[in-house]
């Protein structure tokens, strides 16, 4: 692939904006055709340009992934090919119907699940399928043939007299993709479907998905925010500010990274440490923590000099890997995303001194009950102080509800909570001074400017005269949110709700953050900025509970709580967790999302035994 500039793209054989030479002869047969399509729209005093002459074609009967940071433009290409929006110009046919034209057509023939599908809560999961079959004109002698193959498919046969709130969250967006199935399309939009599932979740869509491919032919453009996913499409358009950077099979991508990969570990220096002091040196273009070690991206194929990248490190072993199409992701990414410029908390952070010498946080034995419904069910775990402590588990297993009562929101029904060594049945009020807190869903006020959402917090948290000012200062600075300072915030990129909602946690320096799946949604180059903020964090002392649903993240915690039916699967380290998930399953388990799945599936054997 040659090198990518404003007016090129990155791409395996591709021309100009992504279009294949190889396919001009079959561009009738395609399922999607964006030809120069340009989208923009009125903000303020200016105009935002979301698609910038894009063309792309999407084969028949295979799964193209819609890949890119926050704000690229995925959202309105969907948009765009369901016939939601107009461009302002450019062509799109759509299953040979010219989208322009015939728009009601085309969505006629197409299935559009939106990020933000739209099930009817108060009704139940049969209800909710027959209210989209009458909206799709499914005829009525067809429906239960239908629903029989969808209930089979999604699993959710068991469940079609439970009311669609009562679903979890991986089971509400099976029902979202059943109700878009109700009338089999040709053509299937999904705007990010695994966004805020558990692993097994997001593994059963993928599998559905790969069966509409397989059995009954389906076309389908996905966009996604798991570049683990994207590496299952058959091929990907990456796309950067309304423009194509590439397109291709995520493997030509991959292929562009061989020879600068590498393995890394340091004896005597922990993960987050190696990983920092990597990130930092010359010619590195990417350092994640990856398992017990940190996954390298250099900018060239020399061998790298260990004693160069981590100087006064004793034993540093470098080995090369395989290369990944998140590797070559972020390299094509760097030199356009400027997330990783908005500074370093160490330094600016100050010491945390905790005034206790117990554990800060402590879960004795906790119960939490609604009605007959116990959500949390005898949960025993300690946090130390500076420690990063992670809260895993499938949706419903009892995790935000453990984290609500920690900051005081919700009593348990039986059991004690001490935080910063205050009884949360005493003295919540005082415990919860010393606790940041970022919601799982953005919970800042979206009508009110970023700037405006500072000051708000600064004054909820009593900070005053000078040092309120600094702490604001700080914030735009330190998230890089002073040039979007009088954006509305709800109506910024999901990067910068993030970043925000962040800065607004943080206002008051607390000694206690808890980060309620932070990263859920967001793409790969901003969620090494958060966890680059988050390391720093606790190196300067701050204690950190955090529950995720990506696994990658799982790594960067020092200890780990797998919580399954309101219960504590397995509690250790992340290499302790997995050894303990390989030998329950008795196979190699090499990363924590095939640790996850292991154990949540020997639980589940033993059940049924």
């Known amino acids: 692939m040659a090198p990518a500039d404003d007016d090129h793209t990155r791409s395996t054989g591709a021309g100009r904006n992504g279009k294949d030479p190889q396919d001009a002869a079959g561009a009738n047969d395609a399922a999607l055709i964006f030809d120069g399509v340009r989208k923009s729209f009125a903000q303020k005093d200016r105009r935002i340009k979301a698609l910038q002459d894009v063309s792309l074609q999407v084969r028949p009967g295979r799964v193209t992934g819609l890949i890119g940071p926050d704000g690229a433009g995925k959202t309105t290409l969907m948009r765009l090919a369901a016939c939601l929006l107009r461009p302002d110009s450019g062509d799109i046919s759509v299953l040979g119907i010219d989208a322009n034209r015939a728009p009601l057509k085309v969505q006629a023939a197409i299935g559009y699940m939106p990020q933000r599908f739209g099930l009817y809560e108060d009704l139940s999961v049969q209800e909710n399928l027959d209210l989209y079959a009458d909206l799709q004109g499914v005829p009525r002698d067809q429906r239960r043939e239908r629903y029989d193959e969808l209930m089979k498919m999604t699993q959710l046969g068991s469940f079609t007299d439970r009311l669609a709130g009562q679903l979890s969250g991986g089971m509400k967006q099976k029902l979202g993709l059943a109700c878009t199935l109700v009338r089999s399309p040709d053509l299937l939009l999904l705007d990010e479907p695994t966004v805020g599932v558990d692993p097994v979740s997001r593994r059963e869509l993928w599998d559905i998905v790969s069966r509409l491919v397989k059995e009954e032919g389906m076309s389908v453009l996905l966009s996604t925010a798991y570049l683990d996913e994207a590496e299952q499409c058959d091929s990907v358009v990456l796309l950067h500010d309304g423009k194509i950077l590439g397109t291709g099979p995520p493997g030509d991508f991959s292929r562009e990274q061989e020879g600068k990969t590498f393995f890394v570990t340091a004896a005597g220096l922990k993960k987050r440490e190696v990983q920092a002091r990597l990130s930092r040196a010359d010619g590195v273009v990417d350092a994640v923590i990856q398992g017990d070690g940190v996954r390298l991206v250099m900018e060239s194929t020399e061998q790298p000099d260990p004693d160069r990248l981590l100087p006064e490190a004793d034993d540093v072993r470098l080995e090369p890997v395989p290369p990944r199409f998140e590797d070559s992701y972020v390299t094509i990414l760097q030199d356009k995303e400027k997330n990783g410029d908005t500074g370093q908390l160490v330094g600016e952070q100050e010491r945390t001194e905790h005034d206790t010498d117990g554990p800060v946080i402590d879960v004795d034995h906790v119960r939490r009950r609604f009605g007959d419904f116990y959500a949390v069910r005898d949960v025993t775990f300690e946090v130390g102080a500076g420690e990063v402590f992670g809260l895993l588990g499938a949706n419903g297993a009892g995790k935000t509800t453990t984290f609500r009562m920690l900051c005081g929101l919700l009593p348990p029904s039986e059991g004690e909570l001490r935080v910063a060594g205050r009884d949360l049945r005493k003295a919540a009020a005082e415990a919860r001074g010393r606790i940041g807190y970022m919601s799982q869903k953005f919970s800042l006020y979206g009508n009110l400017s970023v700037l405006e959402n ?49 800065a607004c946690a943080l206002m008051h320096q607390p000694d206690i953050l808890f980060l309620d799946e932070p990263t859920s949604g967001v793409d790969p180059i901003a969620r090494r900025e958060f966890w680059d903020q988050i390391n720093a964090l606790a190196e300067s002392g701050v204690t950190v509970l955090v529950t995720t649903h990506f696994m990658e993240e799982a790594e960067y915690c020092d200890r780990l709580a797998i919580m399954v039916a309101g219960e504590i699967l397995s509690l250790g380290t992340p290499a302790e967790i997995r050894k303990e998930a390989g030998e329950k399953s008795e196979r190699e388990i090499r990363t924590m999302e095939e640790a996850f799945i292991a154990l949540i599936e020997t639980r589940e054997g033993n059940s049924n035994g």
């Open 454 to 502: 500072l000051e708000f917090f600064s004054s909820a948290y009593n900070l005053k005269g000078k040092f309120r000012r600094e702490r604001i200062d700080w914030a735009q600075d330190q998230f890089d949110l002073r040039n979007r300072a009088d954006a509305a915030s709800g109506q910024l990129p999901l990067g910068y709700k993030q970043r925000l909602a962040l």
